[in-house]
């Protein structure tokens, strides 16, 4: 649909974009079961894995009060076998969990990490920067706008009827950003003649060339429009967006979201890569006198201490609060620039790894053969090994198997294992889908050591 002179796609049909329909009390919520079948774990959901249950927890926008961890690690440790991980969409999940999953939901609820509604435990995937509110290049605190997108997912019982894996991102401009992750929905702030927008893309990220915007004011609406338009088209086995892309074009949807929301045409717009490694040690908020301290739990796995231990932190140096990040890490924030080394050495201390330039700090594992009856390889192990091999901090990935679970995006070199202890070696390619372009194939970490050495200028330093 051509724009007008103002350049807005004029609304054609007008439609309620605050859903209010009551869902089911939490206190209907079962166990240990779902209302519909899915692999992915939930809080009311406890999907079984070799080392025994998993339950995800999933944060509001990252976020999680000092009293809250310690309800997490109480849990992990009372419970389970004691593992618990931050996982790539910034939320934390726990793993080995028995015959006590029950005992152990009621502590989490009892901690308020529960959804609104039982029924919308799945679907509150909503992905924020995790330096939202502070970040020195915001354009705008984007929170009260996750707010009403998060009340609006869990109480409107059409929109149970997502997929569990259904997300949407809301970038506020950050330089603290995770721009790398598809989702079904995106929207990245931009300022244009003194007037916040949002411009948005179905089924990628905000470096992708946007379909259009929308004004601020219009962010929830868009949001309602374009999940309500895709459960109106999707047939069941159509469960994400790329899935509607294949059968209608962005065109085709672009012109139906216009119909329900104004848009506006935002050509010359393109989002700025993020800087590397934000999220590792600390960095200055736009409060003068305030940083963030970010560290990196080994691998993405902590055990009760350790969250223990940074949560103490943040009471005593911080606002007594955690964000859990993308890169499967965490962040203290509104600590005094004065205490920031003092922080880092605390976190240090609790084994938590605060320098970029540590090789353990930027690789990435899923759980691997000890925990995945789908893996080939026991990656966090193998991971270990590849760091004290490697000449220096490289961005690695080490996958089990070809479903990529550790790594939401396509990282700038991939180990995928064929074998125990034996990897395919892909490096980031553009031209090519999944991992991008095999480089080697059945290499042990050894050989895979020896050739990162031998690459000073490879795709990993671009």
Not at 186 to 207: D, H, V
Not at 279 to 297: E, N, S, T
Not at 373 to 380: E, M, Q, R
Request: proline share 7%; net charge neutral.
């Amino acid at each position: 649909m051509p724009p007008d002179k103002a350049g807005i796609i004029p609304r054609l049909r007008p439609r309620s974009a605050s859903p209010t329909q009551p869902a089911s009390p939490l206190n209907e919520r079962p166990l240990s079961t779902a209302k519909r079948p899915s692999a992915c774990p939930g809080l009311l959901r406890i999907v079984q894995a070799l080392d025994g249950g998993i339950c995800r927890i999933k944060l509001d926008g990252g976020s999680i009060t000092a009293d809250q961890a310690n309800a997490v690690a109480d849990a992990a440790e009372q419970f389970a076998g004691g593992v618990i991980e931050a996982t790539n969409r910034a939320n934390l999940q726990i793993r080995g969990i028995g015959a006590q999953s029950g005992a152990l939901i009621d502590r989490l609820l009892a901690a308020g990490l529960g959804p609104r509604t039982a029924a919308g435990d799945d679907v509150r995937n909503l992905m924020l920067s995790p330096a939202v509110g502070i970040d020195r290049q915001m354009v705008f605190d984007t929170r009260p706008l996750a707010g009403q997108i998060l009340e609006t997912l869990q109480r409107h019982p059409r929109f149970h009827e997502l997929s569990a894996k259904f997300a949407v991102q809301l970038d506020g401009a950050e330089a603290l950003a995770m721009l790398e992750h598809p989702h079904d929905l995106w929207l990245s702030a931009i300022e244009r003649s003194g007037e916040t927008l949002l411009a948005f893309g179905l089924a990628g990220c905000p470096t992708d060339q946007p379909l259009a915007a929308v004004k601020l004011a219009d962010g929830h609406a868009l949001v309602v429009a374009v999940l309500e338009l895709f459960l109106e088209l999707a047939r069941p086995e159509q469960t994400r967006m790329r899935h509607l892309l294949g059968e209608f074009s962005a065109v085709q949807l672009l012109e139906k979201i216009g119909q329900r929301v104004a848009l506006l045409t935002v050509d010359d717009w393109h989002r700025s890569p993020a800087p590397d490694a934000l999220h590792i040690g600390a960095c200055p908020q736009a409060a003068a006198g305030l940083v963030y301290v970010g560290a990196v739990p080994p691998l993405g796995r902590l055990d009760p201490a350790m969250l223990r231990g940074a949560a103490e932190t943040s009471r005593r140096f911080g606002d007594g609060s955690l964000r859990f990040t993308p890169w499967q890490s965490l962040l203290l924030p509104n600590v005094k620039a004065a205490d920031a080394a003092e922080v880092l050495q605390s976190l240090e201390q609790n084994n938590l790894l605060t320098n970029a330039t540590e090789p353990l700090s930027r690789l990435i594992a899923c759980t691997g053969a000890n925990g995945c009856g789908k893996g080939l390889a026991d990656t966090k192990h193998d991971a270990r090994k590849l760091a004290t091999l490697l000449p220096r901090a490289l961005d690695v990935h080490l996958s089990g198997c070809s479903r990529s679970c550790a790594a939401a995006h396509r990282a700038p070199a991939t180990l995928l294992a064929v074998s125990p202890g034996h990897y395919d070696l892909y490096f980031r390619d553009a031209a090519q889908p999944g991992f991008g372009a095999l480089h080697a194939r059945n290499l042990t970490i050894e050989a895979a050591a020896t050739l990162f050495a031998g690459h000073s200028r490879s795709p990993l330093d671009a």
